[in-house]
Nanobody, 122 residues
């Protein structure tokens, strides 16, 4: 079993930045695909970014050029650097892990954190 705990959320003005962390415990995530999702009030969960075990990265168009996903396997931690934040980025940000295989759908992950709140004021 893998536990994922997000941190680093908070209140920031538009244009500001936050660095979100996802600390994993229970198992190493070295060989896992990791991802970030977000869910705004009243909206469906939205894919943000993913990073594979081999370092391959994919971003949603909505955050490309502003957000950076990275991983530190020695710390068993995944990060999401969020720059140039926009009010529409206000959401609960979730970390997810996939143990193996190619996902059948974009949100097909095995483990999920409980989320960290990011609020972006105008």
């Amino acid at each position: 079993q893998v536990q994922l705990v997000e941190s680093g959320g908070g209140l920031v003005q538009a244009g500001g930045s936050l660095r979100l962390s996802c600390a994993a415990s229970g198992r190493t995530i070295r060989n896992y695909a990791m991802a970030w999702f977000r869910q705004a009030p009243g909206k469906e969960r939205e894919f943000v970014a993913t990073i594979g075990w081999n370092g391959i990265i994919y971003y949603a168009d909505s955050v490309k050029g502003r957000f950076t996903i990275s991983r530190d396997n020695a710390k068993n931690t995944v990060y999401l650097q969020t720059n140039s934040l926009k009010p529409e980025g206000t959401a609960v940000y979730y970390c997810a892990a996939r143990v193996a295989g190619w996902p059948s759908r974009i949100d097909d992950y095995d483990y999920w954190g409980q989320g960290t709140q990011v609020t972006v004021s105008p």
